[in-house]
Every structure is written in C-alpha cells, then in structure tokens.
C-alpha cells in the first residue's frame, strides 16, 4: 500500500510530534490546520527539531532531515488536504464536541479506503464514532507524549471497527517504528492511564498520609521500578522474580491481597496534598516556561538514550 498520511494538526505539539514519525518512516505527510500560521511555525518547529535530532546522531529512520522535511507539507482546505489519503491521525484539543465535528466532517469526504484514526487519550471509540458513515473505517491510535521518542501506540476499536481497519493500523504503526498494542475492546482510561491512574492514585496517597515525600516517591519510580519497567513489564517482572507466575503467586497472593485492602479511596486531587506535592515540585522545576522546556528537552534526551539502548539490547 502506499500510504499518504494527513495528520489534523491544531494546536500541535502532538500532531508534529506525529508527522515526524510517519515522516521517518518515509511517508508522506500532510498537515492541516485552519489557521495558516499554525502551519508556518508547526513546520519550522519540526526542522529545528530534525536538525538538532541529526546532529546529535538520533534522528529516526534511514532518510536525512532534509529528505524527511520534503516529505511534509501543509494545506488549509480540508477537501485538498485528505485528497489521496490512505490514513488520518486527528490530533485536535481533548475536546468530544470539537472532535465529533472533525469526524462527521470527515465522513463526509472520505472514501471507503481510509482509515479515520484519533489520536485521544481518554475518549471512547463509542463516543466519538457511533452514527458515522464510515464508522467501520474508525479507530483510536493513542500515543505516549512525545511520540517521538516513546513508542507505544495503543490502538483501541470502536464495537463497529472492521477487523481489517484494526489489522493495517497496527501493521503501519510497525511500520514507522512504534510501538502498537491492540485492545481487545473500548474502556475507560485505555490500558496505559488506567496502570498510570493507578500508580499515581497510590503515590498521592502515600505523600498525602505523610509516608514518603514527593521527591522520594519518585525516586522509587525512576531509581527502582521504573529500571525494571524500562524493559519488562509487571507480568515478566512477577514470572522472573520467582519460578514463574504459579510460583510466584503462591509465594506472595497473601501479602498481595494484605496490602491492597489497605488501598484508601480514590483521591480527590486538590487541597492540601496537591499543594504539598506542587511546593515539592515546583521547588525542583520552577514552574516558568524556560524551566520546563529545559527539563523536558532533557528528559527527551534521556528517552532517546534509553530507545537506542534498547533497540542496541533487542539486536544484542
């Protein structure tokens, strides 16, 4: 197949993030957005971003920046801009109305060849596609902010999505490099913010009752978990930590069902444990655009590191 992707770009930072992957993967990409200047400075972002990428020796696929660059363009009529595409990634604001609208648009102009996919990190397939036309050719591919450097696509069909819709998004997310998962069937949260949820909800409950502070709670993440994490999920983790998941559970089953009565209930998220948490945070990254933008280049900088230390560790 040759894959032309249109990538909805709004706002942005997901939608470049996007274009640079498909464009690695050698495809060609076209932005839309309805504001022209959207797309100017979308379109600068992502050449500063590729060149400084290259420099440094991270830059993904087999093309050069400039190649990758020429394989993107940008367009402001919705008609022009899906014209030959074989694959749509909306990358709109976390807003249901907002992307409803963007779809009925859609439905409207697209033939019966084109996957309609979203980029949505909590809304249901149900929710955004029921009583579309093409509703068969309809999917979320949620991606891990950056995409770019954080490879895991989970791709969730709506009750409707064609098998086959499922298949070729899941075959083209291989493709370009990513990393895809397919879920079975629609629910809240998807798979990664319900184990993301779930961690958070425990971590404000242990800085709330005054266990741990903030920064050591994420210590025990980024120095203990997550190094296990980074390469092997909580399934492997229990099947290794004893002589297999049989083993392990009659092992451990008690004190794992101990320990999980006590869970306390879902947190509210405010008041005075949010202000705990945001003093301890913002006392390490100043809460100023500069400051962040350093901070999350850097941890940009560490993902990349760590991608190219896996992928060296998987050939190994």
Excluded at 17 to 39: E, H, R, T
Excluded at 252 to 279: A, C, H, W
Excluded at 292 to 314: F, N, P, Y
């Amino acid at each position: 197949i040759t894959w032309l992707i249109f990538i909805f770009l709004f706002s942005g930072l997901i939608g470049r993030s996007w274009a640079m992957v498909f464009a690695a993967g050698g495809f060609k990409v076209k932005l839309y957005d309805i504001a022209q200047q959207q797309l100017t400075s979308a379109l600068e972002n992502i050449r500063k971003q590729m060149k400084e990428l290259e420099q440094s020796g991270f830059l993904k696929g087999a093309l050069s920046a400039e190649q990758q660059l020429a394989l993107i363009s940008i367009c402001t009529d919705l008609k022009a801009a899906v014209e030959g595409a074989t694959f749509i990634q909306e990358c709109t604001p976390e807003n249901l109305e907002l992307k409803k609208k963007i779809f009925g648009q859609l439905d409207l102009i697209v033939g019966d060849n084109v996957i309609l996919s979203s980029s949505t990190s909590c809304l249901l397939p149900s929710k955004l596609f029921t009583g579309l036309k093409h509703v068969k050719q309809c999917i979320v591919s949620h991606p891990v902010n950056p995409p770019y450097f954080v490879p895991l696509v989970e791709i969730v069909p709506h009750p409707e999505t064609d098998p086959s819709t499922t298949e070729r998004t899941y075959a083209l997310m291989k493709k370009i490099g990513q990393s895809p998962v397919k879920l079975n069937r629609e629910i809240e949260g998807f798979v990664l913010n319900r184990l993301q949820y779930a961690v958070i909800s425990e971590a404000w409950r242990l800085v709330g009752e005054g266990v741990v502070s903030p920064t050591d709670l994420d210590l025990v993440m980024s120095d203990g978990l997550g190094m296990r994490y980074a390469f092997i999920g909580p399934l492997e983790t229990m099947h290794l930590n004893a002589e297999g998941i049989s083993n392990y559970c009659e092992r451990y089953r008690d004190g794992m069902r101990r320990v999980l009565n006590t869970f306390g209930p879902v947190p509210e998220f405010s008041g005075e444990i949010e202000q705990k948490i945001s003093q301890a945070m913002s006392e390490k990254i100043p809460v100023v655009p500069k400051v962040l933008d350093a901070r999350r280049k850097w941890r940009d900088e560490c993902l990349t590191g760590l991608s190219k230390l896996k992928k060296q560790m998987k050939s190994d």
